[in-house]
C-alpha cells in the first residue's frame, strides 16, 4: 500500500544571514496520507529535500556556504566569487552510478544529505566511482594530504571515515543528524525527526544533475 500526498503546508522557519543578506527560509512541506483506515500513523510529514527548487533544499545549502566550506580538490573557500570561477554546484556524494548498482533507494540517492556543493572539476573526478575510490584520486590530483582532505570533507557536515569505507547507511544517518543540528541552532529550536514515506513507483525522482555518463563523457572529451 503507497501513502498519497495529502496536502502542502507552507511553514516558515527562520531568517538565514547567508553573504551578509538576509533571507528566509520557507518550506512547502508534503503532508502524506495512509489510505489503509487501520494505518495508526495516517498522516506525517515526509522527508523529501531532494530538489534544488525548494525553499528548504536552497535554506540547507544557504546554511553549509555560510557555515564556511572549502572544494575538496581546490584549497578555495566555497564563496558567491568561487560559486561561479569554480563552477560549483550540488552534486551527489555517492553518485548515482554507484547508488544503483548498490541498490540505494531513490530518496536516499536524491536527498540533499547525499549531496554537497562541490567544483565541477571535483564532481568529474569522482564521476561513478565509490568513494574509497575517488577520495584518494583527489587527494593525489589536488597534491595534499589525507588529513587535508579529511578536513575539507568534513567542512561538509561529513564523516570521512564512513565515507572511505563506502558505509552509505552509517553516513547518511550520521549526516542527516548532523544537518537537522545545523537546522536547529539555526531555528533555536528542536526540529522534530521527520518521517520517510514510501513513494509509489511511477512517483518521479527529478534528475536534475548531470548523470555519471554525462560526467565521464565531459570528462573524455576535457
Not at 496520507?33 to 536552497?58: F, M, V
Not at 568561487?82 to 552534486?91: K, P, T, Y
Not at 552510478?97 to 567544483?119: H, P, Q, Y
Request: hydrophobic letters at 35%; a negative charge; proline letters at 5%.
Amino acid at each position: 500500500m503507497f501513502a498519497h500526498v495529502k496536502d502542502r503546508p507552507v511553514v516558515e522557519l527562520v531568517d538565514l544571514p547567508c553573504f551578509g543578506r538576509p533571507s528566509r527560509l520557507v518550506w512547502h512541506k508534503h503532508r502524506w496520507q495512509c489510505p489503509e483506515s487501520s494505518c495508526p500513523t495516517r498522516s506525517w510529514i515526509g522527508e523529501e529535500l531532494r530538489t534544488r527548487n525548494s525553499a528548504a533544499y536552497k535554506g540547507i545549502y544557504a546554511l553549509l556556504m555560510k557555515g564556511g566550506s572549502k572544494d575538496w580538490l581546490y584549497d578555495q573557500d566555497i564563496t558567491i566569487a568561487s560559486h561561479h570561477s569554480l563552477a560549483v554546484d550540488i552534486h551527489h556524494v555517492f553518485p548515482k552510478k554507484w547508488c544503483a548498482d548498490f541498490k540505494i533507494d531513490g530518496l536516499r540517492r536524491e536527498s540533499i544529505v547525499n549531496k554537497t556543493a562541490i567544483s565541477a572539476a571535483t564532481n568529474r573526478k569522482i564521476g561513478g566511482r565509490a568513494p574509497s575510490k575517488y577520495l584518494p584520486a583527489i587527494r593525489l590530483e589536488a597534491e595534499t594530504t589525507v588529513d587535508e582532505i579529511r578536513l575539507r570533507v568534513e567542512q561538509h557536515h561529513i564523516d570521512f571515515e564512513r565515507l572511505a569505507a563506502d558505509d552509505f547507511d552509517g553516513f547518511f544517518n550520521d549526516r542527516r543528524q548532523r544537518l537537522l543540528d545545523l537546522i536547529t541552532i539555526a531555528m533555536g529550536k528542536p526540529v522534530s525527526e521527520p518521517s520517510v514515506p514510501t513513494l509509489p513507483e511511477d512517483y518521479d525522482l527529478e534528475d536534475e544533475e548531470l548523470s555519471d555518463a554525462d560526467v565521464a563523457e565531459q570528462e573524455s572529451v576535457a
